[in-house]
């Protein structure tokens, strides 16, 4: 499997830039807080190659929000 083929999940800043910097096709930050939710949103990443989508909770998560 190539790294843009993969979809990361992760609820620490630092796991969000690890996946952001590794070329996963998508990464799903997890934040337990409004200024962890801020510090993932302003990581530096390459938006043509990753998508970045930030939720709340998993409970969040359907499969649509991957297109």
Do not use: H, Q, W
Not at 11 to 38: H, W
Not at 48 to 60: E, H, P, V
């Amino acid at each position: 499997m190539r790294p843009e083929e993969c979809i990361i999940f992760e609820d620490a800043v630092n796991g969000v830039k690890a996946g952001l910097n590794s070329g996963a096709g998508i990464v799903v930050g997890l934040p337990e807080d409004e200024l962890t939710k801020s510090a993932m949103l302003n990581l530096p990443y390459d938006k043509n190659k990753t998508k970045l989508i930030i939720l709340n909770s998993l409970k969040d998560f359907d499969y649509d929000i991957l297109n």
